[in-house]
């Protein structure tokens, strides 16, 4: 794993090469290599922010198969006021035979609490989605609380399937020094992928001083 990365002031630029051999299963081995680009800026009454990346992943090590598939992600963000307003629209590529896969990332935060996508379909993945989250209410144990909201819509990368919708809600509370609760939901509408899933999570957070 390589990921060196340059920073000055509220940007940062990075670069990565993730060669991953899977000794269990060849077809899994890739390697991907990209670049991305985050940063800030403030505005007159609120902070604009971006994340730009373009990645490409071929086959890697022993695998038998050969592809080459590319990756890409946009999300401007703007704050004002307290809420923070951003767009996405991330790109998983497929051939209808094999897509892009993420191995060492951590799935659930990524295309929908549903976890519909775990791993991508294999005509690919386009995840265009809005979002929405803040803080709201007084101060309570050093926090407040806070709210997020988000749509995306699901479709295939070749082919032009469309896969699904989903909402995603969650709401966090502070509830004493250390401790917080959330409750987390995700409904997930299917259209020509799966099936309808709807999810709750109820939570309680303990952190301790180190």
Do not use: C
């Not at 990645?55 to 695998?63: F, L």
């Not at 191995?103 to 379909?121: E, M, Q, R």
């Not at 995306?152 to 250390?178: C, F, M, Q, T």
């Amino acid at each position: 794993l390589f990921n060196p990365a340059w920073k000055r002031g509220t940007q940062q630029l990075a670069g990565y090469a993730y060669l991953h051999r899977d000794r269990d299963v060849a077809t899994a081995s890739t390697a991907t290599i990209g670049v991305r680009w985050n940063g800030s800026r403030p505005l007159s009454s609120g902070n604009l922010a971006w994340t730009l990346e373009a990645a490409r992943q071929r086959d890697h090590a022993d695998n038998p198969l050969r592809f080459s598939h590319a990756y890409w992600l946009v999300e401007p963000a703007i704050t004002w006021r307290g809420i923070t307003a951003r767009a996405g629209w991330e790109h998983l590529g497929g051939n209808g035979a094999h897509a892009l896969q993420t191995p060492l990332a951590t799935l659930h935060a990524f295309n929908g609490w549903a976890d519909k996508f775990l791993v991508t379909p294999a005509s690919g993945l386009e995840d265009r989605y809005l979002g929405l989250g803040g803080n709201v209410g007084r101060e309570r144990a050093g926090s407040r609380a806070n709210w997020q909201l988000a749509w995306h819509d699901y479709r295939a990368d070749r082919g032009g399937l469309r896969y699904g919708s989903e909402w995603n809600a969650s709401v966090s509370i502070p509830l004493a020094k250390g401790f917080g609760a959330m409750i987390k939901v995700a409904d997930y509408r299917a259209a020509g992928f799966g099936r309808d899933t709807r999810k709750v999570w109820l939570q309680l957070d303990y952190k301790g001083r180190r």
